[in-house]
């Protein structure tokens, strides 16, 4: 089979060049990359190299002619059986901006041809159309591929055969479900609309291990215990930005972020203030599994006026959330794990994470979200957790 | 007999005999005081007082463009939905129009959700999703309005035949104007539960004016409750702007609808005195046929009739107009706090989902 | 008619009287209201017998009032009942269009409240019926959100589907094709079953080309891939059995196998939904195709009264054929 030798384009405003020498002759033998012709445009003189190892076929330029771009100035025979010359004259032949890809002026390809010519690097010019009018079906050229396949395994120095052969695997489109359409919209909105700034304080979580071990809990509802006393102390974290003014909430309805399947719910605990740690950690799970397999009620989505979002599960440290609107701060939780620290000039082995605070700062100024963390640090670190059962 | 408070020769309207052979009633009388409790009559006259103020307000906020669509008001003609939801049983059903804003208030619905119906905001009962006067919510048994009149007629015969074909005693009421009687819908459903004898009350709401069409370029009868007769329903003609007699007339409607005797037409007798909607000046009604219709105001009226049976006093009156006043305040607090709903809500139920989401 | 193994074959008429009785005999929400449907038995005898079984009231003989039956249907549904309206032709759907595009399609976007009805619709040509008895009515509803649109092909999808309208939630238009009553018939399985709503099926598999359709014209597609086969054509042919809400993935996939397709419908062509399937094709499987989107259907007029002017309009076997042979080519 043959492959062409096309007039590259050396430059980007250059659109034509001068074949000046063929520096094989007619049926001439030529390795890859060997200088095969030297052609000029403008002022730069240049050797093309061979596009592959075989015989100059086909001399269709000679020297001193100018030609356009993409032209082809001669082929190559490479091994195989010879493929017809197609029809149509050859100066109509130029090179599209599709990778790999030659396609012809005036004639058209099916998206699906296009989409496997570029996804196997298919020069269709090799390939015989057998469709309406002589047309590249896509049959068309999946037997062709088919064909290279064969003549690559037999001849390890085929190029094409090779590009053939390594199959990449397609791109796949995931349709967007109307959960990550959603999800998508608010995150972007609330990146528009909320002045976003994080601060980290890292907690020890010693006197939170002691009694979780002992009732067998997860790290959350303690630090959702801490987040209320935190939020009473500090009640503009729980609030909302409206044009009106800062709407400081009456209710503490406390946002867990739960990853589900294809995306992310927010289920709220009502009134997270009223509840123990017994308590929260049982509707922590129940909302945890019942959104994970969709059985929330829309008002158990709704009315959140503060959010947590538990990104240590996996060992994430420290995260920069992005704030649930219309809330105004969310707290993400790092993952625990013992740590040296010094403790009064003594090296000292305790469990350490890092809180995340995303907050509004068009509402809550730096100082503010410190103290309010300084208080959920104070409180995760001191709190006497057995009266809060 | 009374003498008709509606003169034909001021309205080209006037009481003539319904299908059952008696007079009309055209109001209060000393009958209906036997009849109507003073716990009643009062409660009757707090909502006239609710709905009015509740709709001045929706009229002041239209005007001061806080509200995206239309505004559509009762304004005078409070008494027919006052009356005949007050006439009705928890359990019972109504499918009102846009100027029923009484019925709402008296079926539960709270001024503030009305008001952040009006503003768009998630708090509404549509969450937004429609706006001013097409609320419903099948928990208080009201089926919500859908603009093209008379629509709801057919539907409402539909929920009564619910009731018939599971020997429930419930009814329901429903309402349209002079132009949805035009409608082939209002014929289809007339005919229908005339038929089958289903426990529906028919109400109209003759307010002589279909947006700027009067009555007489409406239809060619002098009384919309002539259409009544060609199904063989009994119809009644009342005072509109009469509470009592309003609720009077229901009250004997649903009890015959609940005893299985079919239903029964009302034609309320009124005026419209606001335009179609807030936007429209109605240039079209004359201004001397306004003035008189003012007189006779179906709040005026109740004062008047509950000072002549003893009723209330004056000051009873002015504690309940400061007292509707606080209400509204608060809802229109309630209504601005809330939130707008987001816009990828508007993706939000279009089918219902497997749950059983109607009446049981 | 009986099988040699001794089953009982059920033609789509049957099917569907099946699966209003069992569906009537298990739930006593379910009524059926409509004109002619109950001392007469229905225009086409489906509700035959129903009234002496039922009662005059859970089969329920209207005036000639198609808004009233769908509105009524749809006030009885909110109310807690699983109505089932008759429309005794699917062209008279439009006499209740209004009810159904404005009022049962709107309630629960609106105001939260479900409307569970189903609304039968004897539809489609081939029966000499003529401009006002053989309409295809699915392009006016296909358009309105909040309604769902079924249209079985078989017998057995004819009583699946029909008992998934009546357990569904939503206002369900049902179109059962008149010309294929009496002329399919299967066996149907002893126990139970229902079609869900939703979800199309590939009836004949293919490589070469995929023919996507419904109602009558699944048949004319199979009688078509029978013939190509001959010639070494392999035809898919998708039944989408539901038109809303649409089976897109399945129609996809068999877009992505075969690169080729063509959409067969007997309404008229002009903003039919093939019209829509081709639109989503293009939009989703555009790089998978290899040549044009085709539509089979019927010219854009109404439906000519004298048989050969309907044989003319209705989209037949050979139809199919010319269009299969040329993309096959392509």
Redesign the interface.
């Known amino acids: 089979m043959a492959i062409d030798i096309i007039m590259p384009q050396l430059g980007e405003t250059v659109a034509e060049g001068t074949v000046i020498k063929w520096l094989v002759p007619q049926n001439g033998h030529v390795e890859k990359d060997q200088p095969i012709l030297e052609v000029e445009t403008d002022k730069v003189a240049l050797e093309i190299p061979a596009p592959a190892s075989g015989a100059l076929s086909e001399i269709l330029v000679r020297e001193g002619e100018t030609v356009a771009v993409g032209t082809v100035l001669g082929r190559l025979e490479i091994g195989g059986q010879p493929v017809e010359t197609r029809s149509q004259s050859d100066t109509e032949r130029r090179q599209e901006g599709l990778a790999g890809t030659s396609v012809k002026e005036g004639e058209h390809f099916?998206?699906?041809?296009?989409?496997l010519a570029k996804e196997y690097g298919v020069d269709l010019y090799q390939i015989r159309g057998t469709?309406?009018g002589g047309?590249i079906?896509?049959?068309d050229v999946l037997a062709y591929l088919e064909r290279q396949r064969g003549i690559a395994s037999g001849s390890p120095s085929g190029e094409i055969g090779d590009r053939a052969a390594q199959e990449t695997p397609a791109d796949r489109l995931i349709?967007l479900t109307?959960m990550r359409?959603?999800i998508a919209?608010?995150m972007v909105?609330s990146r528009r609309t909320a002045a976003h700034a994080t601060t980290f304080f890292e907690v020890d979580f010693r006197a939170v291990d002691t009694c979780r071990t002992q009732h067998n809990l997860t790290y959350l509802p303690f630090v959702v215990h801490a987040v209320v006393q935190g939020l009473r102390a500090y009640p503009i974290l729980n609030s909302s930005w409206t044009d009106?003014g800062i709407?400081c909430k009456g209710a503490i309805n406390i946002g867990i972020a739960v990853a589900v399947e294809d995306g992310l719910l927010v289920p709220v605990i009502a009134r997270a203030d009223r509840y123990g740690l017994l308590t929260l950690a049982k509707m922590i799970a129940d909302l945890a599994h019942r959104a994970r397999t969709k059985q929330l009620k829309p008002d158990e989505v709704q009315g959140g006026t503060f959010s947590i979002t538990n990104h240590g599960g996996m060992g994430s440290v420290f995260s920069t959330p992005i704030i649930h609107q219309?809330q105004i701060a969310i707290l993400g939780v790092g993952a625990v794990c013992k740590r040296a620290v010094v403790l009064d000039d003594a090296i000292a082995i305790r469990p350490i994470g890092i809180l995340s605070l995303s907050f509004d700062h068009r509402v809550i100024d730096g100082a503010t979200a410190d103290r309010f963390m300084h208080k959920v640090k104070d409180c995760l670190e001191h709190e006497r957790w057995e009266h809060h059962l | 007999m009374n003498t008709p408070i509606i003169e034909r020769d001021q309205q080209g309207v006037g009481a003539v005999e319904n299908g059952s052979g008696a007079k009309a009633s055209l109001h209060g009388t000393k009958e209906d005081r036997m009849k109507i409790a003073k716990a009643d009559y009062l409660q009757m006259y707090y909502y006239l007082r609710l709905t009015r103020a509740l709709e001045d307000r929706v009229t002041v906020l239209y005007r001061q463009g806080r509200i995206a669509g239309g505004a559509y008001t009762s304004h005078g003609m409070e008494a027919i939905s006052v009356g005949y939801a007050y006439a009705l049983h928890a359990d019972d059903v109504i499918a009102p129009y846009h100027r029923d804003m009484g019925a709402y208030l008296v079926r539960g619905i709270t001024p503030g959700e009305v008001l952040a119906q009006y503003l768009g905001k998630r708090t509404g009962p549509t969450k937004g999703k429609d706006g001013n006067v097409h609320l419903g919510d099948l928990r208080r048994g009201i089926i919500a309005f859908v603009s093209h009149l008379a629509d709801n007629l057919p539907v409402a015969a539909g929920a009564a035949l619910a009731f018939k074909l599971r020997g429930e005693t419930r009814v329901v009421v429903t309402n349209t104007g002079d132009g949805g009687t035009s409608r082939g819908d209002f014929h289809e459903a007339l005919n229908f539960a005339s038929v089958r004898k289903l426990p529906v009350v028919f109400f109209c709401n003759n307010n002589q004016y279909a947006y700027s069409t009067p009555l007489h370029l409406q239809m060619a009868i002098r009384d919309v409750a002539e259409r009544a007769k060609a199904y063989a329903m009994p119809s009644e003609i009342v005072d509109g702007n009469d509470v009592g007699a309003v609720y009077l007339a229901a009250q004997r409607a649903i009890e015959r609808a609940r005893r299985g005797e079919g239903p029964t037409f009302i034609e309320c007798k009124t005026m419209r005195m606001h335009g179609h909607s807030e936007h429209d000046s109605a240039k079209y009604v004359p201004r001397a046929l306004l003035e008189e219709w003012k007189k006779k105001d179906p709040i005026l009226k109740a004062e008047r009739i509950l000072r002549e049976w003893g009723y209330a006093t004056d000051s009873d009156f002015q504690a309940v107009q400061q007292r509707v006043i606080k209400e509204i305040d608060t809802a229109l607090e309630f209504a601005e706090r809330s939130p707008l709903p987001e816009g990828p809500e508007a993706l939000d139920g279009v089918y219902a989902d497997s749950e059983r989401e109607g009446l049981a | 008619m009986t099988t040699a193994t001794g089953a009982q074959e059920i033609t789509y008429l049957e099917a569907i009287s099946q699966a209003l009785d069992e569906e009537m005999r298990q739930d006593p929400r379910v009524f059926l209201l409509g004109e002619d449907i109950g001392v007469y038995g229905g225009a086409f005898r489906i509700t035959e017998g129903f009234q002496d079984k039922y009662g005059e009231w859970r089969v329920l003989d209207t005036p000639l009032s198609e808004s009233a039956i769908v509105g009524a249907a749809i006030g009885a549904g909110m109310m807690g009942m699983r109505p089932v309206a008759e429309m005794q032709f699917a062209d008279f759907i439009s006499c209740a269009f209004d009810q159904l595009t404005e009022v049962a399609a709107k309630n629960h976007y609106r105001w939260g409240a479900a409307v569970p009805i189903v609304i039968r619709a004897p539809y489609g040509g081939g029966i000499h019926g003529g401009p006002f008895h053989s309409a295809c009515p699915e392009a006016w509803f296909f358009h309105t959100p909040g309604l769902k649109i079924v249209a079985p092909a078989t017998a057995y999808d004819a009583k699946g589907l029909l008992k998934a309208a009546i357990r569904d939630n939503n206002p369900v238009i049902y179109l059962e094709h008149k010309f294929l009553y009496r002329r399919i018939k299967e066996v149907l399985p002893e126990e139970e079953f229902v079609v869900p709503i939703g979800q199309a099926k590939v009836v004949r598999e293919g490589q070469d080309l995929s023919l996507i359709t419904y109602g009558a014209m699944v048949h004319v597609a199979l009688e078509a891939a029978e013939i190509l086969e001959r010639e070494g054509i392999a035809m898919e042919v998708v039944d989408l059995r539901t038109l809303v809400p649409m089976d897109t993935d399945t129609i996809l996939e068999s877009v992505r196998k075969t690169s080729k397709v063509m959409v067969l419908h007997e309404d008229t062509k002009t903003g039919g939904v093939g019209a829509e399937i081709a639109a989503r094709i293009a939009e989703q499987a555009f790089d998978a195709l290899d040549g044009p989107i085709i539509r089979v259907a019927a010219p854009d007029t109404p439906v000519p009264y004298s048989p050969p002017l309907e044989a003319f309009f209705i989209p037949k076997v050979d139809d199919v054929l010319e269009a299969a042979r040329g993309l096959a080519a392509y």
């Open positions: 099916s998206p699906a041809v296009r989409r469709g309406a047309r079906t896509k049959t349709p109307s359409r959603t919209q608010r909105e009106e709407l219309p």
